[in-house]
């Protein structure tokens, strides 16, 4: 009797442990998968790849969708790392910069049937859908700080690579710093590389010897360079992409924030929830919540001051203010 009652609990064990594990490989296929390739410092540039892979880890912890990513130097070209990703059948393939959009395009058309996530970039192919920021207009709310506080009526912009992404950080920042300081001087270089955090320094120390007080980079791991530059000769910057603060906690004022890591959450959770991207072109900025800046710490506002921020974000966010004309 016992033996027969142990082997009727083993058969219920046998069958329950089965049933558990199909369970689990049911749960395992029905997860979304997603690959995002890389910007060119990748991760650990503090700022637009660490958003990106940022946006992914709350969607794997929230949404329950597993993913995986490549970088330039893993995969030698971009066009490599998106093809890779797209073998490991992942549902999306997301490409971080402007820089993906030949690349994507490429692989896209080869494999019209998946389903791509182009940032920062425009794309007409119907299976890959963009989003990018209006950078110019948080730069501008940067650069009328700049022009608000500046002693010396001289500060800086230092740009990554000179293209027409960079150039909207660049003119949103000059426009912003002449709306309060029209006889301010604005110096402006560009590094050719996001990765190169010595030459940002030696930007920066350049940049100062000529009087330069605050100093705004768009150019990546380059422009921690320039923070921290600004830091150690006791000069101001700003972050980019996301608040850099704790880069250099007596340097950097405020930052542009491009809200990548939300934006990838927020598309990753539209697809789990309908099962689609809604819109092909989207272009967000202040008033779409896409752009902002961090709080501003280390100097202070007069309520006057304060009172015109606030207006130029209402001014640019209803349109009275056009930045690119």
Request: aromatic letters at 8%; a negative charge; proline letters at 2%.
């Amino acid at each position: 009797m016992n033996k027969i009652f142990l082997i009727i609990t083993i058969i219920i064990f046998s069958l329950t442990i089965t049933a558990c594990s199909s369970s689990q490989i049911d749960n395992q296929s029905n997860q979304m998968k997603i690959g995002i390739m890389l910007s060119e410092a990748g991760l650990g540039d503090q700022s637009f790849s660490d958003l990106g892979f940022a946006g992914l880890e709350k969607a794997r912890d929230e949404l329950n969708i597993s993913f995986d990513y490549r970088e330039i130097q893993d995969s030698e070209t971009y066009e490599n790392g998106l093809e890779e990703l797209v073998k490991q059948e992942n549902d999306l393939i997301i490409g971080l910069g402007f820089s993906m959009l030949e690349p994507m395009e490429t692989i896209a058309k080869k494999y019209p049937d998946k389903t791509f996530l182009l940032i920062d970039s425009q794309s007409d192919l119907p299976n890959i859908y963009n989003i990018t920021f209006k950078e110019e207009e948080a730069s501008f709310l940067i650069g009328a700080l700049a022009g608000m506080k500046t002693k010396t009526n001289v500060v800086g912009f230092v740009g990554g690579e000179n293209n027409p992404l960079i150039q909207k950080f660049e003119k949103g920042f000059i426009e912003g710093v002449k709306s309060e300081n029209p006889n301010a001087e604005i110096l402006s270089q560009y590094a050719n590389t996001y990765d190169d955090d010595k030459l940002g320094e030696k930007i920066a120390e350049q940049f100062i010897a000529d009087k330069a007080d605050f100093i705004y980079p768009a150019a990546g791991f380059t422009g921690v360079g320039v923070i921290n530059e600004s830091q150690r000769l006791g000069t101001y910057s700003f972050g980019v992409d996301s608040d850099q603060f704790y880069l250099a906690e007596k340097a950097v004022v405020s930052s542009m924030i491009k809200q990548v890591d939300q934006v990838i959450f927020n598309t990753v959770k539209e697809i789990v929830e309908s099962g689609k991207i809604a819109n092909k072109n989207s272009e967000l900025g202040l008033k779409e919540n896409g752009v902002d800046i961090a709080p501003i710490r280390i100097i202070d506002l007069s309520p006057s001051e304060e009172e015109r921020l606030k207006k130029l974000r209402e001014e640019i966010s209803n349109g009275n203010i056009t930045i690119l004309k």
